[in-house]
Protein backbone atom coordinates (compact mmCIF):
# COMPACT_ATOMS: atom_id res chain seq x y z
CA UNK A 1 0.00 0.00 0.00
CA UNK A 2 2.87 2.05 0.89
CA UNK A 3 4.36 2.30 -2.90
CA UNK A 4 0.97 2.43 -4.54
CA UNK A 5 0.03 5.56 -2.31
CA UNK A 6 3.54 6.97 -3.37
CA UNK A 7 3.44 6.59 -7.09
CA UNK A 8 0.12 8.35 -6.65
CA UNK A 9 1.96 11.45 -5.02
CA UNK A 10 4.74 11.75 -7.05
CA UNK A 11 3.27 13.88 -9.73
CA UNK A 12 2.45 16.44 -7.19
CA UNK A 13 5.44 15.97 -4.95
CA UNK A 14 7.93 18.95 -7.21
CA UNK A 15 4.65 21.09 -7.49
CA UNK A 16 5.44 25.00 -7.85
CA UNK A 17 2.32 26.94 -9.04
CA UNK A 18 0.03 27.53 -6.08
CA UNK A 19 -2.40 26.21 -8.10
CA UNK A 20 -0.57 22.99 -8.09
CA UNK A 21 0.09 23.71 -4.56
CA UNK A 22 -3.89 23.36 -3.55
CA UNK A 23 -4.41 20.03 -5.68
CA UNK A 24 -1.14 19.07 -4.16
CA UNK A 25 -2.67 19.81 -0.57
CA UNK A 26 -6.48 18.49 -1.65
CA UNK A 27 -4.77 15.14 -3.06
CA UNK A 28 -2.80 14.88 0.12
CA UNK A 29 -5.74 15.15 2.65
CA UNK A 30 -7.87 12.65 0.72
CA UNK A 31 -5.02 10.28 0.48
CA UNK A 32 -4.73 10.31 4.66
CA UNK A 33 -8.73 10.20 5.04
CA UNK A 34 -8.23 6.74 2.93
CA UNK A 35 -5.30 5.35 4.83
CA UNK A 36 -7.32 6.59 8.05
CA UNK A 37 -10.44 4.80 6.93
CA UNK A 38 -8.35 1.75 6.00
CA UNK A 39 -6.50 1.21 8.85
CA UNK A 40 -9.97 1.87 11.09
CA UNK A 41 -10.39 -1.93 11.20
CA UNK A 42 -7.70 -2.26 13.70
CA UNK A 43 -8.90 -0.25 16.63
CA UNK A 44 -11.99 -2.36 16.09
CA UNK A 45 -10.21 -5.55 15.76
CA UNK A 46 -8.59 -4.47 19.11
CA UNK A 47 -11.63 -3.88 20.83
CA UNK A 48 -13.10 -6.95 19.39
CA UNK A 49 -10.01 -8.85 21.16
CA UNK A 50 -10.84 -6.75 23.94
CA UNK A 51 -14.32 -8.20 24.69
CA UNK A 52 -12.56 -11.50 24.57
CA UNK A 53 -9.96 -10.82 27.22
CA UNK A 54 -13.42 -9.18 29.23
CA UNK A 55 -14.84 -12.66 28.77
CA UNK A 56 -11.72 -14.58 30.09
CA UNK A 57 -10.76 -11.90 32.98
CA UNK A 58 -14.28 -12.66 34.13
CA UNK A 59 -13.91 -16.04 34.67
CA UNK A 60 -13.65 -16.21 38.13
CA UNK A 61 -11.34 -19.44 38.28
CA UNK A 62 -8.80 -17.43 37.04
CA UNK A 63 -7.56 -15.94 39.87
CA UNK A 64 -4.66 -14.49 40.69
CA UNK A 65 -1.75 -16.26 42.01
CA UNK A 66 -1.14 -16.58 45.82
CA UNK A 67 2.12 -15.96 47.39
CA UNK A 68 2.51 -19.88 48.11
CA UNK A 69 1.44 -22.61 46.62
CA UNK A 70 1.66 -26.29 48.04
CA UNK A 71 2.61 -28.89 45.26
CA UNK A 72 -0.39 -30.49 45.50
CA UNK A 73 -2.44 -27.99 44.62
CA UNK A 74 -0.11 -26.39 41.74
CA UNK A 75 -2.51 -27.73 38.40
CA UNK A 76 -5.24 -26.31 40.42
CA UNK A 77 -4.07 -22.46 39.85
CA UNK A 78 -3.12 -23.24 36.75
CA UNK A 79 -5.71 -23.03 34.30
CA UNK A 80 -3.61 -23.36 31.23
CA UNK A 81 -6.12 -23.41 28.26
CA UNK A 82 -7.56 -19.57 30.07
CA UNK A 83 -3.77 -18.23 30.47
CA UNK A 84 -2.97 -19.50 27.14
CA UNK A 85 -6.18 -17.30 25.23
CA UNK A 86 -5.21 -14.36 27.57
CA UNK A 87 -1.53 -14.53 26.25
CA UNK A 88 -2.57 -15.05 22.79
CA UNK A 89 -5.20 -11.82 22.26
CA UNK A 90 -2.08 -9.68 23.89
CA UNK A 91 -0.43 -10.86 21.63
CA UNK A 92 -2.36 -10.46 18.62
CA UNK A 93 -3.10 -6.89 19.59
CA UNK A 94 0.34 -6.25 20.22
CA UNK A 95 1.41 -7.43 16.72
CA UNK A 96 -1.60 -5.37 15.43
CA UNK A 97 -0.30 -2.20 17.70
CA UNK A 98 3.51 -2.40 16.55
CA UNK A 99 2.40 -2.58 12.78
CA UNK A 100 0.70 0.88 13.45
CA UNK A 101 3.48 2.54 15.13
CA UNK A 102 6.34 0.48 12.81
CA UNK A 103 4.58 2.02 9.22
CA UNK A 104 6.84 3.81 7.09
CA UNK A 105 6.04 7.44 6.13
CA UNK A 106 3.87 7.32 2.70
CA UNK A 107 5.61 10.24 0.39
CA UNK A 108 4.78 13.58 1.89
CA UNK A 109 2.32 12.16 4.00
CA UNK A 110 2.87 13.43 7.34
CA UNK A 111 1.70 10.36 9.95
CA UNK A 112 2.17 10.44 13.12
CA UNK A 113 1.72 6.65 13.80
CA UNK A 114 0.84 7.04 17.51
CA UNK A 115 -1.46 9.85 17.29
CA UNK A 116 -3.47 7.71 14.26
CA UNK A 117 -3.71 4.47 16.84
CA UNK A 118 -5.06 6.69 19.46
CA UNK A 119 -7.10 8.19 17.62
CA UNK A 120 -8.75 5.18 15.98
CA UNK A 121 -9.01 3.86 19.52
CA UNK A 122 -10.45 6.65 21.05
CA UNK A 123 -12.93 6.53 17.78
CA UNK A 124 -14.16 2.81 19.06
CA UNK A 125 -14.06 3.76 22.50
CA UNK A 126 -16.55 6.21 22.45
CA UNK A 127 -18.87 4.04 20.13
CA UNK A 128 -18.75 1.37 22.78
CA UNK A 129 -19.28 3.55 25.65
CA UNK A 130 -22.03 5.34 24.17
CA UNK A 131 -23.85 1.97 23.73
CA UNK A 132 -23.75 1.06 26.64
CA UNK A 133 -24.55 3.65 28.08
CA UNK A 134 -27.76 3.71 25.95
CA UNK A 135 -28.54 0.21 26.11
CA UNK A 136 -28.22 -0.33 29.65
CA UNK A 137 -30.08 2.54 31.27
CA UNK A 138 -33.32 2.02 30.00
CA UNK A 139 -36.17 1.53 32.43
CA UNK A 140 -39.32 0.66 32.20
CA UNK A 141 -42.30 3.39 33.18
CA UNK A 142 -45.52 2.47 34.28
CA UNK A 143 -48.65 5.12 34.37
CA UNK A 144 -50.25 3.31 37.36
CA UNK A 145 -49.39 4.14 40.78
CA UNK A 146 -48.77 2.65 43.92
CA UNK A 147 -46.62 1.22 46.32
CA UNK A 148 -45.46 -1.68 44.68
CA UNK A 149 -44.93 0.17 41.06
CA UNK A 150 -42.40 2.67 42.95
CA UNK A 151 -40.67 -0.72 44.40
CA UNK A 152 -40.42 -2.33 40.96
CA UNK A 153 -38.65 0.88 39.36
CA UNK A 154 -36.33 0.81 42.16
CA UNK A 155 -36.05 -2.98 41.71
CA UNK A 156 -35.02 -1.86 38.04
CA UNK A 157 -33.16 1.24 38.17
CA UNK A 158 -30.83 -0.31 40.73
CA UNK A 159 -30.34 -3.44 38.62
CA UNK A 160 -30.18 -1.38 35.53
CA UNK A 161 -27.11 0.39 36.85
CA UNK A 162 -25.37 -2.93 38.72
CA UNK A 163 -25.45 -4.47 35.07
CA UNK A 164 -23.78 -1.16 33.68
CA UNK A 165 -21.44 -0.82 36.57
CA UNK A 166 -20.22 -4.54 35.95
CA UNK A 167 -19.94 -3.95 32.32
CA UNK A 168 -17.67 -0.36 32.61
CA UNK A 169 -15.64 -2.00 35.54
CA UNK A 170 -14.63 -4.88 33.19
CA UNK A 171 -14.07 -2.99 29.94
CA UNK A 172 -11.85 -0.36 32.11
CA UNK A 173 -9.65 -2.89 33.56
CA UNK A 174 -9.42 -4.58 30.30
CA UNK A 175 -8.37 -1.56 28.91
CA UNK A 176 -5.69 -1.25 31.68
CA UNK A 177 -4.47 -4.25 31.58
CA UNK A 178 -3.68 -3.65 27.60
CA UNK A 179 -2.09 0.31 28.06
CA UNK A 180 1.07 -1.34 28.11
CA UNK A 181 1.17 -3.30 25.19
CA UNK A 182 -0.33 -0.57 22.88
CA UNK A 183 2.14 2.07 24.37
CA UNK A 184 -0.91 4.50 25.34
CA UNK A 185 -2.53 5.89 28.80
CA UNK A 186 -5.83 3.87 28.33
CA UNK A 187 -6.97 4.74 31.75
CA UNK A 188 -6.41 8.33 30.79
CA UNK A 189 -8.40 7.99 27.26
CA UNK A 190 -11.18 6.20 28.70
CA UNK A 191 -11.95 9.23 31.74
CA UNK A 192 -11.65 11.56 29.16
CA UNK A 193 -13.95 10.06 26.65
CA UNK A 194 -16.74 8.58 29.15
CA UNK A 195 -16.56 12.14 30.34
CA UNK A 196 -17.22 13.76 26.76
CA UNK A 197 -19.81 11.27 26.50
CA UNK A 198 -21.87 12.05 29.25
CA UNK A 199 -21.47 16.10 28.73
CA UNK A 200 -22.46 15.44 25.61
CA UNK A 201 -25.58 13.85 26.84
CA UNK A 202 -26.39 16.80 29.46
CA UNK A 203 -25.72 19.71 26.74
CA UNK A 204 -28.54 17.30 24.12
CA UNK A 205 -31.01 17.45 27.35
CA UNK A 206 -30.19 21.13 27.87
CA UNK A 207 -30.18 21.84 24.38
CA UNK A 208 -33.43 20.37 23.66
CA UNK A 209 -34.91 22.47 25.88
CA UNK A 210 -33.52 25.44 25.40
CA UNK A 211 -31.72 25.81 28.90
CA UNK A 212 -29.63 28.70 29.92
CA UNK A 213 -28.24 26.65 32.64
CA UNK A 214 -23.97 26.80 31.85
CA UNK A 215 -22.14 23.13 32.07
CA UNK A 216 -18.83 22.31 32.74
CA UNK A 217 -18.18 21.10 29.06
CA UNK A 218 -20.37 23.36 27.33
CA UNK A 219 -18.22 23.55 24.00
CA UNK A 220 -17.69 19.70 23.88
CA UNK A 221 -18.16 19.44 19.97
CA UNK A 222 -14.34 18.92 19.36
CA UNK A 223 -12.47 15.44 19.54
CA UNK A 224 -14.29 11.98 18.48
CA UNK A 225 -17.42 12.57 16.99
CA UNK A 226 -19.74 11.00 19.87
CA UNK A 227 -23.15 8.99 18.06
CA UNK A 228 -26.62 9.80 19.05
CA UNK A 229 -29.46 7.39 19.58
CA UNK A 230 -33.28 7.90 19.01
CA UNK A 231 -35.68 8.62 22.19
CA UNK A 232 -36.67 5.14 23.55
CA UNK A 233 -40.48 4.44 23.81
CA UNK A 234 -40.19 3.85 27.81
CA UNK A 235 -39.21 7.55 28.57
CA UNK A 236 -39.83 9.98 25.26
CA UNK A 237 -39.40 13.01 27.05
CA UNK A 238 -35.74 12.26 27.53
CA UNK A 239 -33.57 13.00 24.63
CA UNK A 240 -30.74 10.93 26.01
CA UNK A 241 -29.56 8.49 28.96
CA UNK A 242 -28.63 11.43 31.54
CA UNK A 243 -32.08 12.32 30.94
CA UNK A 244 -33.78 8.62 31.55
CA UNK A 245 -31.55 8.83 35.09
CA UNK A 246 -33.23 12.28 36.27
CA UNK A 247 -37.11 10.96 34.95
CA UNK A 248 -36.59 7.29 36.61
CA UNK A 249 -35.34 9.49 39.96
CA UNK A 250 -38.30 11.66 40.28
CA UNK A 251 -40.58 8.54 39.10
CA UNK A 252 -39.10 6.64 42.16
CA UNK A 253 -39.89 9.59 44.89
CA UNK A 254 -43.83 9.90 44.00
CA UNK A 255 -44.94 11.58 46.95
CA UNK A 256 -47.90 10.13 46.91
CA UNK A 257 -46.68 7.07 48.13
CA UNK A 258 -43.15 7.52 49.73
CA UNK A 259 -41.83 10.30 51.90
CA UNK A 260 -38.46 11.96 52.56
CA UNK A 261 -36.97 11.33 55.94
CA UNK A 262 -33.77 14.30 56.81
CA UNK A 263 -32.65 12.76 59.74
CA UNK A 264 -32.50 9.39 57.83
CA UNK A 265 -31.29 11.22 54.54
CA UNK A 266 -33.55 8.98 52.45
CA UNK A 267 -36.97 8.29 50.71
CA UNK A 268 -39.10 5.77 52.04
CA UNK A 269 -42.22 3.62 51.46
CA UNK A 270 -45.03 3.89 54.01
CA UNK A 271 -44.68 0.53 54.97
CA UNK A 272 -40.62 1.77 56.54
CA UNK A 273 -38.73 0.56 52.91
CA UNK A 274 -36.21 2.58 51.38
CA UNK A 275 -36.81 3.82 47.91
CA UNK A 276 -34.14 6.20 47.17
CA UNK A 277 -31.11 6.58 49.57
CA UNK A 278 -27.36 6.87 50.06
CA UNK A 279 -26.43 3.91 48.51
CA UNK A 280 -28.61 4.56 45.33
CA UNK A 281 -26.59 7.48 44.81
CA UNK A 282 -23.14 5.54 45.49
CA UNK A 283 -24.42 3.06 42.92
CA UNK A 284 -24.79 5.90 39.97
CA UNK A 285 -21.21 7.43 41.14
CA UNK A 286 -19.51 3.82 40.47
CA UNK A 287 -21.25 3.46 37.61
CA UNK A 288 -21.39 6.92 35.53
CA UNK A 289 -18.49 8.70 37.44
CA UNK A 290 -18.03 11.64 39.49
CA UNK A 291 -18.58 13.52 36.17
CA UNK A 292 -21.89 11.37 34.95
CA UNK A 293 -22.94 12.35 38.81
CA UNK A 294 -22.45 15.92 38.39
CA UNK A 295 -24.12 15.77 34.94
CA UNK A 296 -26.92 14.72 37.26
CA UNK A 297 -26.77 17.63 39.28
CA UNK A 298 -26.85 20.03 36.65
CA UNK A 299 -30.09 18.57 35.13
CA UNK A 300 -31.70 18.88 38.17
CA UNK A 301 -30.53 22.93 38.59
CA UNK A 302 -32.32 23.23 35.16
CA UNK A 303 -35.52 21.66 36.24
CA UNK A 304 -35.23 23.81 39.52
CA UNK A 305 -34.87 26.60 37.39
CA UNK A 306 -38.04 25.70 34.58
CA UNK A 307 -40.25 25.35 37.60
CA UNK A 308 -39.38 28.22 39.39
CA UNK A 309 -40.26 30.11 36.24
CA UNK A 310 -43.53 28.55 36.06
CA UNK A 311 -44.25 29.43 39.52
CA UNK A 312 -43.73 32.99 39.07
CA UNK A 313 -45.96 33.03 35.55
CA UNK A 314 -48.41 31.28 37.95
CA UNK A 315 -48.61 33.99 40.42
CA UNK A 316 -48.38 36.58 37.90
CA UNK A 317 -51.48 35.60 35.99
CA UNK A 318 -53.00 34.64 39.70
CA UNK A 319 -52.81 37.99 41.19
CA UNK A 320 -54.74 39.54 38.16
CA UNK A 321 -57.95 37.71 39.69
CA UNK A 322 -57.07 36.93 43.85
CA UNK A 323 -54.69 40.10 44.55
CA UNK A 324 -57.16 42.07 46.12
CA UNK A 325 -58.04 39.32 48.59
CA UNK A 326 -54.08 39.00 49.07
CA UNK A 327 -54.38 42.99 50.05
CA UNK A 328 -57.43 42.55 52.15
CA UNK A 329 -56.03 39.69 54.01
CA UNK A 330 -52.46 41.66 54.89
CA UNK A 331 -54.84 44.63 56.07
CA UNK A 332 -56.89 42.48 58.00
CA UNK A 333 -54.03 41.20 60.07
CA UNK A 334 -51.72 43.95 60.36
CA UNK A 335 -49.56 44.26 62.22
CA UNK A 336 -47.75 41.26 62.69
CA UNK A 337 -46.91 41.32 65.67
CA UNK A 338 -50.32 41.20 67.23
CA UNK A 339 -53.07 38.63 67.11
CA UNK A 340 -56.20 40.18 64.75
CA UNK A 341 -59.45 40.40 65.87
CA UNK A 342 -61.61 38.19 64.47
CA UNK A 343 -58.28 36.19 63.30
CA UNK A 344 -60.19 32.69 62.83
CA UNK A 345 -62.90 34.48 60.45
CA UNK A 346 -60.54 36.53 58.30
CA UNK A 347 -57.92 33.25 57.99
CA UNK A 348 -60.89 31.15 56.81
CA UNK A 349 -62.53 33.69 54.53
CA UNK A 350 -58.94 34.43 53.24
CA UNK A 351 -57.99 30.75 52.56
CA UNK A 352 -61.51 30.15 50.77
CA UNK A 353 -61.42 32.75 48.23
CA UNK A 354 -57.66 31.43 47.15
CA UNK A 355 -58.36 27.71 47.62
CA UNK A 356 -58.34 27.38 43.42
CA UNK A 357 -54.49 28.12 44.05
CA UNK A 358 -54.23 25.86 46.64
CA UNK A 359 -53.34 22.51 44.40
CA UNK A 360 -51.17 24.31 41.76
CA UNK A 361 -48.95 25.41 44.55
CA UNK A 362 -48.69 22.04 45.96
CA UNK A 363 -47.42 20.34 42.72
CA UNK A 364 -45.38 23.35 42.26
CA UNK A 365 -43.72 23.43 45.70
CA UNK A 366 -43.39 19.23 45.97
CA UNK A 367 -41.16 19.05 42.76
CA UNK A 368 -39.22 22.06 43.41
CA UNK A 369 -38.30 20.52 46.75
CA UNK A 370 -37.54 17.10 45.74
CA UNK A 371 -35.28 17.98 42.70
CA UNK A 372 -33.58 20.78 45.47
CA UNK A 373 -33.44 17.38 47.66
CA UNK A 374 -32.03 15.07 45.06
CA UNK A 375 -29.56 17.70 44.75
CA UNK A 376 -28.60 17.35 48.27
CA UNK A 377 -28.17 13.78 48.47
CA UNK A 378 -25.54 14.74 45.31
CA UNK A 379 -23.35 16.57 47.70
CA UNK A 380 -23.68 14.47 50.34
CA UNK A 381 -21.85 12.07 48.22
CA UNK A 382 -19.79 14.03 46.10
CA UNK A 383 -18.34 15.38 49.96
CA UNK A 384 -17.88 11.61 51.25
CA UNK A 385 -16.23 10.64 48.21
CA UNK A 386 -13.87 13.03 48.37
CA UNK A 387 -12.81 13.54 51.77
CA UNK A 388 -11.70 9.75 51.53
CA UNK A 389 -10.24 9.61 48.19
CA UNK A 390 -9.25 12.52 47.88
CA UNK A 391 -8.94 14.84 50.68
CA UNK A 392 -5.70 17.19 50.14
CA UNK A 393 -7.83 17.92 47.27
CA UNK A 394 -10.45 18.74 49.47
CA UNK A 395 -8.90 21.42 51.54
CA UNK A 396 -6.91 22.92 48.50
CA UNK A 397 -10.40 23.69 47.32
CA UNK A 398 -11.72 25.23 50.32
CA UNK A 399 -8.77 27.58 50.57
CA UNK A 400 -8.97 28.61 46.51
CA UNK A 401 -12.69 29.46 47.29
CA UNK A 402 -11.54 31.46 50.58
CA UNK A 403 -9.12 33.13 48.35
CA UNK A 404 -11.70 33.72 45.33
CA UNK A 405 -14.16 34.80 47.49
CA UNK A 406 -11.94 37.34 49.22
CA UNK A 407 -10.58 38.54 46.04
CA UNK A 408 -14.41 39.01 44.91
CA UNK A 409 -15.30 41.07 47.70
CA UNK A 410 -12.01 43.24 46.75
CA UNK A 411 -12.53 44.26 43.05
CA UNK A 412 -15.52 45.60 40.86
CA UNK A 413 -17.12 42.70 39.50
CA UNK A 414 -18.03 44.41 36.57
CA UNK A 415 -14.36 45.03 35.54
CA UNK A 416 -13.16 41.25 36.18
CA UNK A 417 -10.58 40.26 33.40
CA UNK A 418 -11.40 37.81 31.11
CA UNK A 419 -8.73 35.05 32.90
CA UNK A 420 -9.60 35.62 36.37
CA UNK A 421 -13.21 35.20 35.12
CA UNK A 422 -11.83 31.63 33.82
CA UNK A 423 -10.51 31.06 37.52
CA UNK A 424 -13.75 31.86 39.23
CA UNK A 425 -15.75 29.77 37.03
CA UNK A 426 -12.76 26.68 37.42
CA UNK A 427 -13.27 27.21 41.55
CA UNK A 428 -16.70 26.78 40.67
CA UNK A 429 -16.53 23.40 38.90
CA UNK A 430 -13.82 22.22 41.60
CA UNK A 431 -16.29 22.98 44.22
CA UNK A 432 -18.78 21.49 42.72
CA UNK A 433 -16.86 18.03 42.09
CA UNK A 434 -15.73 17.52 45.99
CA UNK A 435 -19.62 18.50 47.53
CA UNK A 436 -18.51 22.05 48.75
CA UNK A 437 -21.92 23.35 47.25
CA UNK A 438 -25.01 24.28 49.65
CA UNK A 439 -28.00 23.83 47.13
CA UNK A 440 -30.19 25.68 49.31
CA UNK A 441 -27.79 28.47 48.85
CA UNK A 442 -28.22 28.98 44.93
CA UNK A 443 -29.98 31.72 43.38
CA UNK A 444 -31.51 30.50 40.12
CA UNK A 445 -33.01 33.52 38.84
CA UNK A 446 -33.19 37.27 38.86
CA UNK A 447 -36.39 38.19 40.34
CA UNK A 448 -38.14 41.55 40.95
CA UNK A 449 -40.38 42.31 44.32
CA UNK A 450 -43.70 40.33 44.79
CA UNK A 451 -45.40 41.80 48.16
CA UNK A 452 -48.18 39.41 47.99
CA UNK A 453 -45.94 36.08 47.89
CA UNK A 454 -45.38 35.98 52.24
CA UNK A 455 -49.21 35.75 52.20
CA UNK A 456 -49.86 33.43 49.60
CA UNK A 457 -47.25 31.38 51.16
CA UNK A 458 -48.44 31.74 55.06
CA UNK A 459 -51.99 30.62 53.85
CA UNK A 460 -50.79 27.56 51.82
CA UNK A 461 -49.32 26.17 54.64
CA UNK A 462 -51.84 26.73 57.34
CA UNK A 463 -54.69 25.31 54.87
CA UNK A 464 -52.71 22.12 54.38
CA UNK A 465 -51.71 22.13 57.82
CA UNK A 466 -54.92 20.82 59.11
CA UNK A 467 -54.99 18.21 56.50
CA UNK A 468 -51.73 16.09 57.58
CA UNK A 469 -50.10 14.95 60.30
CA UNK A 470 -46.86 14.44 61.70
CA UNK A 471 -44.99 10.81 61.83
CA UNK A 472 -42.67 10.47 64.63
CA UNK A 473 -40.70 7.42 62.74
CA UNK A 474 -39.26 9.70 60.29
CA UNK A 475 -39.63 13.12 61.49
CA UNK A 476 -41.73 14.27 59.21
CA UNK A 477 -45.20 15.80 58.04
CA UNK A 478 -47.03 13.59 55.66
CA UNK A 479 -50.83 13.90 54.42
CA UNK A 480 -53.54 11.75 55.74
CA UNK A 481 -55.44 8.69 53.52
CA UNK A 482 -54.47 9.90 50.10
CA UNK A 483 -53.15 13.30 50.37
CA UNK A 484 -50.16 13.72 48.55
CA UNK A 485 -48.04 15.45 50.82
CA UNK A 486 -44.35 14.92 51.28
CA UNK A 487 -43.55 17.44 54.15
CA UNK A 488 -39.58 17.77 53.80
CA UNK A 489 -40.16 18.39 49.99
CA UNK A 490 -42.71 20.98 50.72
CA UNK A 491 -40.50 22.88 53.41
CA UNK A 492 -37.63 22.93 50.67
CA UNK A 493 -39.98 23.92 48.28
CA UNK A 494 -40.45 27.13 49.96
CA UNK A 495 -37.26 27.67 51.17
CA UNK A 496 -35.93 27.70 47.36
CA UNK A 497 -38.79 29.82 46.23
CA UNK A 498 -37.81 32.58 49.30
CA UNK A 499 -34.42 32.49 48.33
CA UNK A 500 -34.42 33.86 45.10
CA UNK A 501 -35.95 37.12 47.06
CA UNK A 502 -34.65 39.35 50.25
CA UNK A 503 -34.07 37.61 53.01
CA UNK A 504 -37.05 39.75 54.57
CA UNK A 505 -39.67 37.58 52.76
CA UNK A 506 -38.32 34.54 55.47
CA UNK A 507 -38.63 36.79 58.01
CA UNK A 508 -41.81 37.49 57.04
CA UNK A 509 -43.38 34.23 56.43
CA UNK A 510 -42.33 33.42 59.95
CA UNK A 511 -43.77 36.20 61.18
CA UNK A 512 -47.05 35.68 59.62
CA UNK A 513 -47.37 31.72 60.75
CA UNK A 514 -46.28 33.02 64.39
CA UNK A 515 -49.22 35.31 64.39
CA UNK A 516 -51.71 32.89 63.04
CA UNK A 517 -50.65 30.26 66.48
CA UNK A 518 -50.35 32.71 68.77
CA UNK A 519 -54.21 33.65 67.31
CA UNK A 520 -55.65 30.19 66.79
CA UNK A 521 -54.42 29.17 70.52
CA UNK A 522 -56.04 32.14 72.13
CA UNK A 523 -59.43 31.61 70.36
CA UNK A 524 -58.87 27.44 71.23
CA UNK A 525 -58.50 28.82 74.83
CA UNK A 526 -61.54 30.93 74.59
CA UNK A 527 -63.72 28.07 73.15
CA UNK A 528 -62.99 25.41 74.76
CA UNK A 529 -60.99 26.42 78.14
CA UNK A 530 -58.28 23.58 76.93
CA UNK A 531 -54.13 25.04 77.55
CA UNK A 532 -53.72 22.54 75.15
CA UNK A 533 -52.27 23.39 71.46
CA UNK A 534 -54.55 22.86 68.36
CA UNK A 535 -53.56 19.77 66.36
CA UNK A 536 -53.40 22.29 63.33
CA UNK A 537 -51.52 24.80 65.23
CA UNK A 538 -48.57 22.40 66.80
CA UNK A 539 -48.34 21.10 62.69
CA UNK A 540 -48.18 24.88 61.83
CA UNK A 541 -44.71 24.94 64.43
CA UNK A 542 -43.38 21.32 63.60
CA UNK A 543 -43.18 23.29 59.98
CA UNK A 544 -41.91 26.64 61.06
CA UNK A 545 -38.85 24.49 63.15
CA UNK A 546 -38.52 22.40 59.75
CA UNK A 547 -37.80 25.58 58.06
CA UNK A 548 -35.11 27.13 59.93
CA UNK A 549 -33.27 23.75 60.02
CA UNK A 550 -33.39 23.43 56.26
CA UNK A 551 -32.60 27.03 56.13
CA UNK A 552 -30.08 26.57 58.34
CA UNK A 553 -31.91 29.65 60.71
CA UNK A 554 -31.29 29.56 64.47
CA UNK A 555 -33.83 28.21 66.29
CA UNK A 556 -34.11 31.04 68.30
CA UNK A 557 -35.11 33.06 65.74
CA UNK A 558 -38.54 32.00 66.63
CA UNK A 559 -38.56 33.84 69.76
CA UNK A 560 -38.69 36.60 67.84
CA UNK A 561 -42.12 35.98 66.65
CA UNK A 562 -43.57 33.28 69.25
CA UNK A 563 -43.44 33.35 73.27
CA UNK A 564 -41.42 31.13 74.49
CA UNK A 565 -44.09 29.57 77.25
CA UNK A 566 -45.72 28.54 73.94
CA UNK A 567 -42.66 26.49 72.78
CA UNK A 568 -42.21 25.23 75.89
CA UNK A 569 -45.91 23.83 75.97
CA UNK A 570 -45.11 22.01 72.34
CA UNK A 571 -42.12 20.62 73.38
CA UNK A 572 -43.58 18.50 76.05
CA UNK A 573 -46.78 17.84 74.30
CA UNK A 574 -44.71 16.72 70.87
Known amino acids: MASFLSSKLTPHLNAD ?33 LGQIVGIKENKSLTPLPAKIEVDRLWDHA ?24 MEEIGSLQMNPQHLLEEGLRKELVRQISNAFHSNIQFLSKKQRGVDVTKNQHTNFVTAFRALDNHMQRFQSAIIWLQDFLRINGLEIFLQESTRVIWHSVNMELGSSKSSINTPYANISGGVHIPTFP ?96 EKFRD ?63 YGCMIANQVTMKNLHERDLSVLKEDYRD ?8 SQAVGA ?24 IIKHMSNVKYDPTFGALRGKDDESFDGWSIVTGILTSLRQFHSSYTKAILALLG ?28 FMRQLCIAGNIKQSALHDYLPMYMMEMFDRGL
Not at 88 to 101: P, R
Not at 423 to 430: A, F, N
Not at 516 to 532: C, K, N, P, R, T
Open 17 to 49: SQGQCIVKHLHTQALLCFVKEILDVIPKSIFSS
Open 79 to 102: HLNDRYNLAKLTFELSVLTKGIID
Open 231 to 326: ITFDDKKSATFMGRVVSALTRMIDPKVTLYSRHLGSWFAFDGKAICDAETFSLIRRTIGVQGIMGVDTLLCHKVSNELRSFLKFYHNSMVQYGVTL
Open 332 to 394: GIFPEWRPPKHGKRIYESAISKIDKLMVPLLSFLCRMGQFQLLRKMIQSELQMQSRIEAPQLV
Open 423 to 430: EVEKTRIL
Open 437 to 460: VDPMSTIFLKTDALEGLPSLLALF
Open 515 to 542: QYVISSAEASLLESHDAGIPKEVSNVLV
